[in-house]
């Protein structure tokens, strides 16, 4: 079965930093690109941050270029998200997807159940 | 930056009902690179349709896609109890991917 299970999300104060994993499993996870993207509460959906099979080109939203770092292990089948110097309005689920393609121009064919950040003082 | 609007915000239909969903782009989709998701309260988003009108696997064919270049829309032919949920739409023919503000069926 294909699964992606998020992990680390909490609760951080303001200008803390996370780092959140996501476990993939039931695919070739070095062959697909893959992304973040997460929901405020009560909220759309906005994408986050993509990365390519090897790693070699990563993707952001301006709302967290800079502050983000996303980045993956294949011989460990995990996604990961470095979040640095978190504000309030980063607070959301976040979910990881797998794109259908290496490229990350696509959409999203299996998604995660998403873990919760909270940033509050 | 391609920003997509969805309407209407809300929609109140019956179970039976025809469901119609729009999503409008401010600049043209290449290739048609227009995908929709339905997400239930608590739940991940569900790929339902890609390529603006091809479905996913298991959708059932009660979903169809149709549109191009700015205007797309999703249709849902005879509403079910499980469809009642928000709907996005996403397209991926130009960084940055961007998604729609969703429209939410609620039942009437």
């Known amino acids: 079965e294909v699964e992606l299970v998020e992990s680390g999300g909490g609760l951080i104060q303001p200008g803390g930093s996370l780092r959140l994993s996501c476990a993939a499993s039931?695919?070739?996870?070095?062959?697909?690109?893959m992304s973040w993207v997460r929901q405020s509460p009560g909220k759309g959906l906005e994408w986050v941050s993509a990365?390519?099979?090897?790693?070699?080109?990563?993707y952001y939203a301006d709302s967290v270029k800079g502050r983000f770092t996303i980045s993956r292990d294949n011989s460990k089948n995990t996604l990961y998200l470095q979040m640095n110097s978190l504000r309030a309005e980063d607070t959301a689920i976040y979910y990881c997807?797998?794109?259908?393609?290496?490229?990350?121009?696509?959409?999203?064919?299996?998604w995660g159940k998403g873990t919760t950040v909270t940033v509050s003082s | 930056e391609t920003v997509l609007t969805q309407s209407p915000g809300t929609l109140s239909l019956s179970p039976g009902e025809r469901a119609t969903l729009s999503c409008r782009a401010s600049q043209s989709v290449s290739s048609s690179y227009l995908a929709w998701y339905q997400q239930k309260p608590g739940q991940a988003p569900r790929l339902l349709i890609y390529?603006?009108?091809s479905r996913s696997t298991g959708i059932p064919d009660r979903f169809s896609g149709s549109g191009s270049g700015t205007d797309f829309t999703l249709t849902i032919s005879r509403l079910e109890p499980e469809d009642f949920a928000v709907y996005y739409c996403?397209?991926?023919?130009?960084?940055?991917?961007?998604f729609g503000g969703g429209t939410q069926v609620e039942i009437k």
């Open positions: 990365i390519t099979t090897s790693g070699a080109s990563t």
């Open positions: 039931g695919f070739i996870f070095s062959s697909f690109a």
């Open positions: 996403q397209q991926y023919g130009s960084s940055p991917l961007t």
């Open positions: 390529g603006a009108s």
């Open positions: 997807a797998k794109t259908v393609t290496p490229g990350y121009y696509n959409y999203m064919d299996v």
